[in-house]
Each structure stands twice: as C-alpha cells, then as structure tokens.
C-alpha cells in the first residue's frame, strides 16, 4: 500500500497549510502559530508524504548540523492514513538520506510513538545521561 503514496525532500512540495493544520491540533505544538511552523520547515530537512491525489498526508523533519548532530521532529501521518507504514517510511528515508550520514547522535522526543521507533532501532536515553533541556511547554499559547 505504501507504493501508492509518494515522498519528497523537496521543500517547494510541502503544504504548509496542511502541516500547520495537524500541527496546531497536536499534543507537542498545540497552538503553533503558522509563521513559526514556517520558519521551522525553512531551517530543517523536511519529507513529506503524499497521497495519490497529491494531498500532503504525512510530514517530519530533522534539525542538523549534518556533520554530528540530528534531531528528528513533527512526525506525523493523517489518521484515516495510518497504518500503511508511511511513518517509518518517512522516518527510514531521513534515516538513508546523504545528507545525514555519519553522524554521531540522533535525538527525539515522543509521547506515544515508542514502538514505531524502537522498531527503526531507536533506543530510550538512559537515566542519569548527561542530557538537560531547556523547556518552554506553554510558548504557543503566549503568542
């Protein structure tokens, strides 16, 4: 089922309206105003998949140096989508892509997606790393 939906790199194919949609109802960028969602695909590497009709039906993206450093954000797949494997799909051609290879650390931040990315060979960060964060939960909601 996969091979009816197509994925792009190419940032002139992203639907921003459609991604700003499922990311201001989304439990990690409720609220996102669309220009931050702008600047966000602007400053990242972006893939987005596309159903047959060319509706943009599922997005993430990686913020990177591409020389060390990835952190893998905004994955999602439309609900009456799921199931086909476009997740993995997206999050594997990131993965594979040339511009991502030999880094050193990949980094993300799920609620509900264990799973999905354990299968993809993510493993959780340990307690007691040396990891800290500096963290603004409500910043959407201040706009």
């Known amino acids: 089922m996969t091979g009816a939906y197509r994925l792009s790199f190419d940032a002139s194919d992203m639907q921003v309206d ?18 931050v969602v702008e ?19 599922g997005f993430a993206r990686v913020v990177t140096d591409r020389a060390t450093f990835a952190y893998l954000a905004d994955v999602y797949v439309l609900e009456a989508h ?12 990131l993965h594979d892509h ?3 290879q030999g880094l050193r650390r990949w980094m993300l931040a799920t609620s509900d997606a264990h799973g999905l990315y354990a299968a993809l060979g993510w493993t ?20």
């Open 18 to 35: 459609a991604i700003h949609a499922f990311l201001t109802q989304s439990y990690w960028a409720e609220n996102i105003a669309r220009a």
């Open 39 to 57: 600047r966000a695909i602007a400053g990242s590497l972006c893939v987005g998949t596309f159903a047959p009709d060319g509706e943009q039906i």
């Open 82 to 93: 799921r199931g086909h494997g476009l997740a993995a799909r997206m999050v594997k051609a």
């Open 98 to 100: 040339p511009d991502l």
């Open 124 to 143: 959780p960060v340990e307690d007691g790393t040396p990891f800290m964060q500096r963290h603004f939960p409500d910043v959407y909601r201040q706009v």
